[in-house]
Structure formats: structure tokens, C-alpha cells
């Protein structure tokens, strides 16, 4: 009895588990359409953004190409530009010499053409400095023969000049008076002023006479250009004349500049 009991508890799910096989097979292919339609949206979808994410990541690629094309064309320009900055640079300094040998300072001195790239009332500073030939205490002069001042402090590309109406600035000079040169001393006041002092009393000098460098002293060459008297200050009582003298340059109206090293 018990055992009749047993067996028709097993029958009952064997007979579900079969019946469940049969309609497996018979509608095999409409559960296939239907797991199909169910399913086919969210493939889709994935399909899409599946597309979109590799059209994102190759699009981020091409723009990190593209910067990176960018940068190496504006590098590759500003290494061109600065090529032709030297070369213009190069040919500005041949034009600048060929002028001074046409007037001969070649045969007076060893030149060094430089630019005043920054200035400060009695000082300036050069684009050139010891690696193209610079020292200090060379004198500063234009092409036209013009002392400026002297080189006091030399980098390695760049150099700074003391001008000649500099407070620490001191030199011999003489003034050209009626076919003679009579000895004075030349003092920097700041401010591009210049005063001469110890003028011997018994000789004549004028507003208007020129004032020349002395080899006297070894500050500067003999004969470069300084200035003219603008006035002159006598005194019974005084053994020497002084003078306030106006400088023969203008800093606005420089253009070519030599250091310079007498031969």
C-alpha cells in the first residue's frame, strides 16, 4: 500500500517534466521569436552605444593627434622665426661694419657692434656679452666717433656700459680752442649732464668749443668726440675755469653702436 503511494507521487512530476519536453519541441521555434522580440531592443541599444563609445574613444584620438601636430608647427615657426631674426640680425651688423670701414675705424680699432636693448638715464644695457668678445672697461663709441661710455659689468650675453655723465664716471679731455687743445677734467653729474673742471685760468675757452677725449689717464682713445662748452664759470679767485658741456648724443637717436678695442 505504502509502497502504491510512493510510486504515484513520483509519476505525477516525471508526467510534468515530459509534458514540458513535448511542448519544448512542438513550439521550439516560437519561443525562439519570442525570447527574439524580447530581447532584440536591448541588443540594439547595446549595438549603438557599443558604436558610439568606439566612435568617442577614436575621436579622442584624432584631436590628441591633432594637438599634437599643432605643437610641432608652432614649434617648428618659432624656430624658423628665430632663425631669421639672427640672420636679419647678422646682415644689420655686416651693413653696420662695411659703414665703419668706409670711414676707417677698422684701422683704429678692433670693433664689436652691439644694441642697446634697455636703458636707465646714465646707463645702458648691450645684447652681447663675454662669449662674443666683450670686457670691461671697453670703450663705447657710435660710428661716427662719439664716446659714450664704458662697459662695467660683462655676462656671458649681456653686458652693461656706463655713460660718460655717470656720477662714477671721470677722464681727461681737452678742448679745441683757435687750433689749440687746452687740458681740462671731465666729470659725469648723473642725469646726462657732464661739467669740466680744472681749466687752466690764463687760457681762453669758449661757449661752443668742442670737447675731445685725452689719452691721458688711459680712460678712453685720444680724440673721441665728447660734447661742446655750453658755459663757462670763471673766478678771480680760482686757479682753474669750469664748464658744463652738452653731450654730443642723444639716446633716442642712436642706431649704430660699437664696443671697441684700440689696435
Given at each position: 500500500?505504502?509502497?502504491?503511494?510512493?510510486?504515484?507521487?513520483?509519476?505525477?512530476p516525471?508526467?510534468?517534466?515530459?509534458?514540458?519536453?513535448?511542448?519544448?519541441?512542438?513550439?521550439?521555434?516560437q519561443?525562439?521569436?519570442?525570447?527574439?522580440?524580447?530581447?532584440?531592443?536591448?541588443?540594439?541599444?547595446?549595438?549603438?552605444?557599443?558604436?558610439?563609445?568606439?566612435?568617442?574613444?577614436?575621436?579622442?584620438?584624432?584631436?590628441?593627434?591633432?594637438?599634437?601636430?599643432?605643437?610641432?608647427?608652432?614649434?617648428?615657426?618659432?624656430?624658423?622665426e628665430?632663425?631669421?631674426?639672427?640672420?636679419?640680425?647678422?646682415?644689420?651688423?655686416?651693413?653696420?661694419?662695411?659703414?665703419?670701414l668706409?670711414?676707417?675705424?677698422?684701422?683704429?680699432?678692433?670693433?664689436?657692434?652691439?644694441?642697446?636693448?634697455?636703458?636707465?638715464?646714465?646707463?645702458?644695457?648691450?645684447?652681447?656679452?663675454?662669449?662674443?668678445?666683450?670686457?670691461?672697461?671697453?670703450p663705447?663709441?657710435?660710428?661716427?666717433?662719439?664716446?659714450?661710455?664704458?662697459i662695467?659689468?660683462?655676462?656671458?650675453?649681456?653686458?652693461?656700459?656706463?655713460?660718460?655723465s655717470?656720477?662714477?664716471?671721470?677722464?681727461?679731455?681737452?678742448?679745441?680752442?683757435?687750433?689749440?687743445?687746452?687740458?681740462?677734467?671731465?666729470?659725469?653729474?648723473?642725469?646726462?649732464?657732464?661739467?669740466?673742471?680744472?681749466?687752466?685760468?690764463?687760457?681762453?675757452?669758449?661757449?661752443?668749443?668742442?670737447?675731445?677725449?685725452?689719452?691721458?689717464?688711459?680712460?678712453?682713445?685720444k680724440?673721441?668726440?665728447?660734447?661742446?662748452?655750453?658755459?663757462?664759470?670763471?673766478?678771480?679767485?680760482?686757479?682753474?675755469?669750469?664748464?658744463?658741456?652738452?653731450?654730443?648724443?642723444?639716446?633716442?637717436?642712436?642706431k649704430?653702436?660699437?664696443a671697441?678695442?684700440?689696435l
Open positions: 500500500m505504502n509502497y502504491c503511494r510512493r510510486k504515484r507521487k513520483w509519476i505525477a516525471v508526467l510534468a517534466v515530459l509534458l514540458l519536453i513535448i511542448l519544448a519541441n512542438v513550439f521550439q521555434n519561443v525562439r521569436s519570442a525570447f527574439h522580440c524580447i530581447s532584440n531592443p536591448f541588443q540594439a541599444s547595446f549595438w549603438t552605444a557599443g558604436e558610439k563609445s568606439s566612435d568617442f574613444i577614436q575621436g579622442l584620438s584624432k584631436i590628441s593627434a591633432i594637438k599634437d601636430e599643432l605643437d610641432s608647427a608652432i614649434q617648428k615657426n618659432a624656430e624658423l628665430k632663425r631669421i631674426l639672427s640672420l636679419k640680425n647678422i646682415e644689420e651688423e655686416n651693413d653696420i661694419l662695411k659703414r665703419a668706409d670711414i676707417d675705424l677698422n684701422k683704429k680699432y678692433e670693433l664689436f657692434p652691439v644694441k642697446i636693448i634697455s636703458k636707465n638715464k646714465d646707463s645702458v644695457v648691450l645684447n652681447k656679452g663675454s662669449r662674443d668678445g666683450l670686457a670691461e672697461g671697453m663705447l663709441i657710435t660710428e661716427g666717433e662719439i664716446i659714450l661710455g664704458k662695467a659689468e660683462v655676462h656671458q650675453d649681456y653686458s652693461r656700459a656706463l655713460l660718460i655717470d656720477k662714477s664716471i671721470s677722464f681727461d679731455v681737452f678742448i679745441a680752442h683757435d687750433g689749440q687743445e687746452i687740458p681740462a677734467f671731465a666729470e659725469g653729474k648723473g642725469n646726462l649732464i657732464l661739467s669740466l673742471g680744472y681749466i687752466p685760468q690764463e687760457r681762453t675757452v669758449a661757449e661752443g668749443d668742442i670737447i675731445l677725449t685725452s689719452s691721458l689717464g688711459g680712460v678712453f682713445p680724440s673721441l668726440m665728447v660734447g661742446r662748452i655750453k658755459n663757462v664759470l670763471r673766478s678771480d679767485t680760482d686757479s682753474f675755469q669750469s664748464a658744463e658741456a652738452d653731450l654730443y648724443f642723444s639716446l633716442t637717436e642712436i649704430n653702436i660699437f671697441v678695442k684700440p
